[in-house]
């Protein structure tokens, strides 16, 4: 980790309002969801992020409490047609969503087909109008510095309120420099969230040190039980 963004000061209260508290394993049980809700709750995370298909159930059990509802969209692959990905997203915002994760269509962007990528973003984003949150998922690990830049300039220009790094699942997370690249592209008037491989409050504050404006993990607990205040109070 880079050395630099490894001392930024945060307290755990503070990180939680950072942390989107994710489950997307295909074998998530609904006591993993009523987990992931109780969690959430008690340490005031800033959202859950789940499947589409658990939207309705962790709204219901949030339902009355200030922490959002996230959902995925073309998750994890983000090949599938746009107008399947408008149509998850609209039975997500249905069933409670306020924030929407998805994944563009990498073989597109890596294709060069960029009038797809654009199109892809814009049609979930007419179908998720504010005060929805719409982050693009652009799949760092598979891409080349050019291609993320261009992924970034696509996700600002179609109307997306944040970039992210990683669904976790193709092998790679988020790392400093990506983050620190992302948030060069896109400038303060859009969001960076970090996800995939932070377990810890050291990461998740270097990641933010670096310009991450949320972090997405499993491991929320343990990042807020990992940050300095807690184990020294």
């Given amino acids: 980790m880079n050395s630099a963004y490894t001392n930024f000061p945060i307290t755990a209260a503070e990180m939680a309002k950072y942390i989107d508290h994710t489950l997307l394993k295909p074998d998530a049980t609904f006591d993993g969801m009523d987990k992931l809700c109780e969690e959430a709750i008690k340490y005031r995370f800033k959202a859950v992020c789940v499947n589409s298909g658990s ?3 962790v709204s219901c059990k949030l339902r009355g409490h200030c922490v959002d509802v996230c959902s995925v969209v073309g998750f994890p692959l983000g090949a599938m047609h746009t107008s399947t990905k408008a149509f998850e997203a609209e039975k997500a915002i249905e069933d409670g969503a306020q924030e929407l994760d998805m994944v563009l269509n990498i073989g597109a962007l890596k294709s060069g087909d960029l009038k797809t990528v654009d199109a892809d973003i814009r049609t979930v984003r007419q179908v998720s109008e504010s ?5 693009v998922i652009i799949e760092t690990s598979l891409l080349t510095e050019e291609e993320k830049i261009r992924a970034c300039e696509i996700a600002k220009k179609a109307g997306a309120d944040f970039v992210k790094t990683s669904t976790g699942f193709s092998g790679g997370g988020a790392t400093i420099e990506d983050v620190v690249l992302m948030r060069s ?3 303060p008037t859009m ?3 970090a996800s995939g491989g932070i377990k810890d409050f050291a990461t998740a504050s270097a990641m933010i040190a670096a310009g991450a404006d949320r972090i997405g993990a499993g491991a929320g607990v343990t990042i807020i039980t990992t940050a300095p205040d807690q184990i020294n109070r």
Avoid: D, M, Q, R
Wanted: glycine residues 8%; proline residues 7%.
């Fill in 131 to 135: 005060p929805v949150v719409l982050k």
């Fill in 55 to 57: 939207v309705a159930y």
């Fill in 191 to 193: 969001g960076v969230k």
């Fill in 185 to 187: 592209v896109v400038s």
